[in-house]
């Protein structure tokens, strides 16, 4: 199946390649597997199978919704928004985040840099073109850092995992949503209805995301003026927001270039998922490429 979808932004057209529609392995464009099944024989994002993982996903995402409340990621915000904590380029980042692990994550156990890299090459092989796109999922993920001691150590529920907006009220299609009862704003009027804080079709811009890897990755790219498109930028920011991405929730918040970028963001999350498998990658061999994109998107020195 091929589908064509229009992006206005850059003049072209974006063609969706093979999108997965049944359980069985599909072969991408430049030869790149689907897998049906993540590294323990699970189907993806299948947070009821029974996996050694399943009860510490659980009770990760009771921490998580019962503590990202509105008041908690402003504060957030404006700490990181300081970027005063390290100064590295984004090779030396990619490098850095191989101690870390995703245990929010019920379908990765490979070094976080595979993962960059997978991603990144299997969406290079289907987008040649696109070289903003190969670049935007080599960093996605890179505001992990947070869970190491000099980016302040943050838990897991505070980094990983899927992210939604707070403000208003939190969509039932979000993961294990009842455990949001437990959080204080689901009994704040001010943030409990459809629109909460906000208002229809305000943009995504204006909305406060809970707080993780995916806004903190968005504002260092923001603030040392990554020259990346908006479509890169809106991946980077929201590729953690399931419930938009896969359940179509929070439509009323967007404007017409949240809707343009979504296009993008549903292509790239195809890859996101499905390249989390046993693919291995030479990184010396296709590190040259990513530092002339890196040069190409961020020429400074960054500050995180
Ligand atoms: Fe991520
Ligand atoms: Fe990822």
């Given amino acids: 199946m091929t589908i064509l979808v229009d992006q206005p932004q850059f003049g072209i ?7 997965p529609n049944s359980e069985k392995d599909l072969i991408l464009d430049g030869g790149f597997v689907l897998p049906h ?62 101690e870390v692990v995703d245990e929010s994550d019920p379908d990765l156990d490979e070094p976080q840099i595979e993962h960059l890299l997978q991603t990144a090459e299997a969406i290079r092989k289907d987008y040649p073109d696109e070289d903003w796109l190969h670049l ?52 704040n009027p001010a943030y409990n209805t459809k629109c909460g804080v906000y208002e229809e079709e305000c943009g995504l811009d204006n909305v406060m995301m809970s707080w ?55 292509i790239f999350n195809k890859y996101d998922l499905y390249s989390k498998s046993k693919v291995r990658i030479d990184v010396e061999k296709v590190k040259p490429y990513y530092l002339s994109l890196i040069q190409k998107y961020f020429p400074a020195k960054l500050r995180w």
């Avoid at 057209?13 to 999108?19: A, D, G, H, L, S």
């Avoid at 996903?57 to 908690?72: A, G, L, M, P």
């Avoid at 897991?156 to 995992?161: I, K, R, T």
């Avoid at 990554?226 to 419930?243: C, E, K, N, V, W």
Wanted: net charge negative; charged share 30%; proline share 2%.
């Fill in 13 to 19: 057209e974006v063609e969706e390649k093979k999108v």
């Fill in 136 to 187: 935007t999922a080599l960093v996605h993920d890179l505001g992990k850092v947070l869970l190491l001691p000099s980016f302040g150590e943050l838990p897991q529920w505070a980094v990983v995992g899927d992210t939604y907006p707070v403000g208003c009220a939190f969509d039932e299609s979000i993961v294990h949503h009842k455990y949001f009862k437990e959080n204080s704003d689901s009994h």
């Fill in 212 to 266: 993780g890897h995916d806004d903190y990755m968005y504002l260092v790219a923001k603030e040392n003026k990554s020259t990346l498109p908006s479509a890169g930028l809106f991946i980077i920011r929201y590729h953690s927001f399931y419930a938009l991405h896969r359940s179509g929730a929070y439509k009323h918040l967007m404007n017409e270039e949240d809707m343009e970028n979504l296009k993008w963001l549903q």
């Fill in 37 to 98: 099944a993540n590294t323990f024989g699970h189907n993806f994002r299948d947070y009821d199978a029974e996996s050694e993982r399943q009860e510490g996903v659980e009770i990760f995402y009771k921490t998580n919704h019962i503590n990202q409340s509105y008041d908690f990621v402003k504060k957030m915000r404006e700490e990181y928004k300081k970027m005063d904590k390290v100064e590295m380029s984004i090779w030396e980042c990619c490098e850095l985040l191989n």
